[in-house]
């Protein structure tokens, strides 16, 4: 169509001129197609979500001499510390770590000329039963500052896919639901968001969870190393999805 408008104008107007009415025309026409949004449809919105027990528990250790009543040094008490962890079946290459490698053993100032050491690390577990015994081995040793830093849910990415997956059935559900109220039927879709994707992680970071990890919770006051609990995080999705009315 748009070769048989331009060809009786060939004769008249100047190549320049042709191209920019090619292009309008061009123009004119995309904006005469319909989009999705002319054609009728229904749209609807549904979330899922769960609770997972976190399985990676990040506790940051830190020793220093100011804490150490005995005479013991910080590099002894990190031997002592470490020896302590493997009697627990804990694998200290793989899951001890120096926080800040390149000023690993820092040093501060108490009283003028005063100088202690210091050296802080992260140990990761698995569940809060070896947590439990990790802090309990701690305590016997004299370790007096253990945090829980914060937890993590390994298959995160796995249960957010398939949480998706059931609030997306969940949104096509709703809209066949409304649509035979008013005796339409719902046909294929023609738009799904992922509207909002939440979950309580980092999980635990935030002065709400922290717990001090050496017998007593900022929340609930005393607790026992050896029957810790862990708090559950909630992860939630959101989807937003259009579909065909017929």
Known sequence: MLATVMQPLNKILPMKQLLILA?????????GQKTFIDAPY???TAKADTLVT???LYLDILLTEKDIKSRKTVDEMEHQMED?????????????????LSSSLKRYLLKQNDIKKSKNFTLIV?????AGLALAALEDIGVANVWLQKTEYSRHED????????????????????????NQKVGSAIMISDAASTSSANYMAGAESTVILRGVSSITGDIGPTNL?????????????KFKLE
């Not at 698995?126 to 070896?130: P, R």
């Open 23 to 31: 292009a309008l025309l061009i123009l004119s026409n995309s904006y």
């Open 42 to 44: 229904i749209e609807s």
């Open 54 to 56: 976190p399985d990676k």
């Open 84 to 100: 302590k962890l493997k009697s627990l079946g804990i694998n200290t290459q793989e899951q001890l770590f120096v926080n800040d």
């Open 126 to 130: 698995y569940d809060a039963k070896t």
């Open 159 to 182: 249960l957010n896919l398939q949480l998706k997956i059931k609030a997306t059935l969940k949104a096509k559900k709703h809209a066949v639901a409304m649509a035979a109220a008013l």
């Open 229 to 241: 609990e862990i708090q559950k995080v909630k992860i939630q999705v959101v989807v937003n999805a």
